[in-house]
């Protein structure tokens, strides 16, 4: 059974915004984890819970999402809380940002509202500029090309559960690198454990010079390349990411890269034996649906263990860890 962290450890977080994963510390990060697993106990042994009643997380995105807005609404509920939310797009607005309001403005206005506040927003910098209007703590949930940090919380947590440890595995980080929220955040955390890492992306969508530059002071190995066959090869773990055709600065420069990567039978095929798949979803066309059925495609699963972690960072964050 999963034990509870203790006072100490339960500090670390209390009070806290999380709004990438570079800032968030190895002790934190474990913390997070451990925290899942004693919450994933409880759903799994059907245990209500009751450490967020009478809170309420004020859940707001400005940009399309199905699983992790769901999933933080998921997640409040199971604690015994409360979710009030706002799921609008730029196309389609419905709240007081149709009318100009500023999204520090607004953040002031829900803060009064709220225990705790989840965004989602096109603008890099979003979750910070809401931090700044906001004294309950703010959980970034994408903010542009920048960061997803519960997404990539997520994916850690997959790894360990696929495989019991991070330490000397070989991770390949596919596709959409540049663009990609979900790859930036990530491989800040894989830093943190011995990992060797394989870039595999077309030219144009490389991850940024400056991400690759502080995995490498990290002593992290780091293998770029545009090669499909050459990245998966010995690959222990396969993190596919979709290109991200909303932050392209024109539909023909996506035209010509969105299908650079298909994962078939024929890749899973020629891999290492025991490979997992991961990818934070939605997919395109970047991984057959004739995948699904290899036992290490772990992206539905690993879409399943977005509830455990988002139950920890709300009640971590607000101190209500029971
Ligand atoms: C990711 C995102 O929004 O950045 N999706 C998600 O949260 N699961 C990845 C993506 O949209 O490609």
Same mark, same amino acid.
């Given at each position: 059974?999963?034990?509870?962290?203790?006072? /100490?450890?339960?500090?670390?977080?209390?009070?806290?915004?999380?709004?990438?994963?570079?800032?968030?510390?190895?002790?934190?990060?474990?913390?997070?984890?451990?925290?899942?697993?004693? &919450?994933?106990?409880?759903?799994?042994?059907?245990?209500?819970? @009751?450490?967020? =009643?009478?809170?309420?997380?004020?859940?707001? %995105? @400005?940009?399309?999402?199905?699983?992790?807005?769901?999933? @933080?609404?998921? $997640?409040?509920?199971?604690?015994?809380?409360?979710?009030?939310?706002?799921?609008?797009? +730029?196309?389609?607005?419905?709240?007081?940002?149709?009318?100009?309001?500023?999204? !520090?403005?607004?953040?002031?206005?829900?803060?009064?509202?709220?225990?705790?506040?989840?965004?989602?927003?096109?603008?890099?910098?979003?979750?910070? =500029?809401?931090?700044?209007?906001?004294?309950?703590?703010?959980?970034?949930?994408?903010? /542009?090309?920048?960061?997803? #940090?519960?997404? $990539?919380?997520?994916?850690?947590?997959?790894?360990?559960?696929?495989?019991?440890?991070?330490?000397?595995?070989?991770?390949?980080?596919?596709?959409?690198?540049? !663009?990609?929220?979900?790859?930036?955040?990530?491989? &800040? %955390?894989?830093?943190?454990?011995?990992?060797?890492?394989?870039?595999?992306?077309? #030219?144009?969508?490389?991850?940024?010079?400056?991400?690759?530059?502080?995995?490498?002071?990290?002593?992290?190995?780091?293998? =770029?390349?545009?090669?499909?066959?050459?990245?998966?090869? =010995?690959?222990?773990?396969?993190?596919?990411?979709?290109?991200?055709?909303?932050? %392209? #600065?024109?539909?023909?420069? !996506?035209?010509?890269?969105?299908?650079?990567?298909?994962?078939?039978?024929?890749?899973?095929?020629?891999?290492?034996?025991?490979?997992?798949?991961?990818?934070?979803? #939605?997919?395109?066309?970047?991984?057959?649906?004739?995948?699904?059925?290899? +036992?290490?495609?772990?992206? %539905?699963?690993?879409?399943?263990?977005?509830?455990?972690?988002?139950?920890?960072?709300?009640?971590?964050?607000?101190?209500?860890?029971?």
């Amino acid at each position: 059974m999963a034990l509870k962290p203790s006072e /100490g450890e339960l500090a670390l977080l209390s009070g806290q915004d999380v709004l990438s994963s570079k800032t968030l510390t190895y002790e934190q990060l474990q913390l997070i984890m451990k925290t899942a697993a004693y &919450y994933e106990d409880a759903l799994v042994n059907k245990r209500r819970l @009751f450490d967020m =009643e009478g809170e309420i997380a004020a859940i707001l %995105f @400005f940009e399309p999402s199905t699983r992790t807005r769901l999933s @933080f609404e998921a $997640a409040m509920y199971r604690l015994g809380g409360s979710a009030i939310t706002v799921s609008e797009t +730029p196309q389609m607005q419905t709240s007081s940002t149709a009318k100009g309001e500023t999204l !520090y403005d607004a953040m002031r206005v829900i803060d009064g509202y709220a225990d705790v506040i989840v965004v989602r927003s096109p603008k890099t910098g979003a979750g910070q =500029e809401s931090a700044d209007a906001c004294d309950h703590p703010v959980i970034n949930a994408g903010d /542009g090309t920048g960061q997803h #940090p519960s997404q $990539a919380l997520l994916d850690i947590y997959t790894i360990l559960k696929e495989h019991g440890h991070i330490e000397g595995l070989k991770v390949a980080v596919l596709g959409d690198l540049k !663009y990609g929220r979900a790859p930036h955040s990530l491989v &800040y %955390f894989l830093k943190h454990y011995g990992c060797d890492l394989v870039l595999v992306s077309p #030219p144009q969508l490389k991850m940024p010079e400056e991400i690759t530059a502080e995995m490498r002071s990290a002593g992290i190995k780091v293998e =770029e390349t545009s090669d499909l066959k050459i990245g998966v090869a =010995e690959a222990d773990v396969l993190y596919v990411t979709r290109v991200q055709r909303e932050r %392209f #600065p024109s539909l023909e420069e !996506y035209e010509l890269v969105k299908d650079s990567y298909t994962v078939n039978d024929e890749v899973v095929a020629a891999a290492k034996k025991g490979m997992s798949i991961l990818h934070p979803l #939605p997919r395109v066309h970047e991984i057959a649906v004739s995948v699904d059925s290899y +036992p290490g495609a772990a992206y %539905f699963r690993q879409a399943h263990n977005g509830v455990p972690i988002r139950m920890a960072l709300l009640a971590l964050t607000t101190g209500n860890v029971r």
